[in-house]
DNA sequence: ATCATTGCTATACGGCGTTCACAATATATA
DNA sequence: TATATATTGTGAACGCCGTATAGCAATGAT
């Protein structure tokens, strides 16, 4: 990221690659996850299917960068939308997240249909996953804000008995190399919080709701509201 | 459904187009939803890919017939849930529910990517929808538990500012013709109701809680019971 | 000025959905 | 029973797709 560019060739190498990546998404974005073709996009370019393998190996690997990349802007607008509120009122910070979830994935239904749906058709993700950095940094996000929520929220779930044992070893290592502190119980409800979110975004953007719904912001409204709640905070009415 | 099979041809022909919807959700089952291709199950079959397209018009009418089949089967599994506790105990049929949702999405995977993903490549969605019934079916299923469990989870959710025009004026329509006491916010409760299963299972089935949760059954039945909560009932652990 | 590397084209292979002309078969009719 | 009709299948073709390979042109380094 950010590495100087050497070479006139390494600067044409660069801007081509960008060049299909923007190629792919645009095809994305105007019609659907299935429309990423190496061929479409080597037309749209000018070029031929073969030429898009100096730059990328395959076409699941072109997928695979292009999961990364949009799941890093993803993460991105979510860290920003944590940020546009006071760090110590988590309740208006969870707000803020769930509120730039949902309005991401509406605004960009193809791009969360490659993160979290079926990215394309035929890919098989690689061995160590795809974009393991960006789904940590959007769940380091929503694991923070349940930390600094904890102390109000604790009382909400003394029922809970879970252990570091429920958790992946390795993500449990970071989590509590970040938040020392925090008890598991903790870092299962912000995994409950980002199911949550997830529920409503992912049936609205699979046209799930609309059948039955006109106001889908609303009802998501309404969910945000309940789940600040269990977080321990009561307030007012004061999103939209 | 159900018709009298009459003449020896109609029995032949239903019995190749049951094969057919067979064959298919095998390969699906065993190699995902992209590998419903009509040249592979009339191979498998002994047959030539054109031969479908006495039984299909298209790929797509295919897919949606499967979608459909699968929904309704989907329903069925919920309905039998459901009725698996007793009739004057919503909190038990809530979780009932709640569990038969997330054991049916991951015994069967690709069913769930069927009904509630990206289906298959390229495929549309014909224009009234799918599996309205089945969808309807499913949907009713959870809105007469939440009107049994309302009066006393009402006092929860005072704050609701829902109406009817929040919603689809069919599907208003058909909700007040079988629950007529029933105010918008608890239809609304059982959308979100719904949305609260389906996020945790998606996120799962789709593999977004494996890197992080070692077990995620663990991790939906604290949320099915932080759910029953808000349904109005304090109860012991009495799952699993 | 020479030579290796790189970016690209051209071509080919097999797979896909779909269509069409045609043969074989089962049904219905005279 | 003999004939006409409808249905179910084949096989070849079209235009897509991802991928692999060979060769050509231009660039960069020596």
Redesign the pocket.
């Known amino acids: 990221m950010g590495e100087v560019t050497q070479?006139?060739?390494m600067r044409?190498?660069e801007a081509?690659t960008a060049e299909i990546k923007a190629t792919a998404l645009k095809h994305m974005a105007s019609s659907g996850t299935a429309a990423?073709?190496?061929?479409?996009i080597?037309?749209d370019m000018?070029?031929?299917?073969?030429?898009i393998?100096?730059?990328f190996d395959?076409?699941?690997n072109l997928v695979s960068v292009l999961i990364a990349d949009v799941y890093n802007a993803l993460a991105g607008t979510l860290e920003a939308a944590r940020d546009s509120r006071p760090h110590d009122d988590p309740a208006a910070q969870i707000l803020a997240y769930g509120q730039a979830y949902r309005d991401w994935a509406v605004a960009n239904p193809e791009e969360f249909r490659l993160v979290y749906g079926d990215p394309v058709p035929d890919y098989q993700p690689p061995e160590g996953g795809v974009a393991a950095e960006a789904e940590h940094r959007a769940c380091a996000v929503l694991t923070g804000i349940v930390a600094a929520a904890w102390p109000k929220a604790q009382h909400l779930h003394i029922g809970s008995d879970h252990t570091w044992s429920d958790f992946d070893p390795g993500f449990a290592g970071l989590i509590r190399e970040s938040f020392p502190d925090l008890p598991p119980a903790a870092v299962a409800l912000s995994l409950r919080v980002w199911g949550r979110m997830h529920g409503l975004v992912s049936l609205e953007v699979y046209g799930h709701l609309r059948p039955q719904v006109s106001d889908p912001a609303k009802l998501y409204r309404a969910e945000m509201m309940d789940l600040s709640k269990s977080l321990g905070h009561v307030l007012v009415d004061e999103a939209h």
Do not use: Q, V
């Not at 990423?36 to 479409?40: E, G, T």
């Not at 000018?46 to 030429?51: I, L, P, R, V």
């Open positions: 070479s006139r060739r044409l190498r081509t990423i073709s190496l061929r479409a080597a037309r000018g070029m031929t299917a073969g030429a393998y100096s730059y395959t076409r699941d």
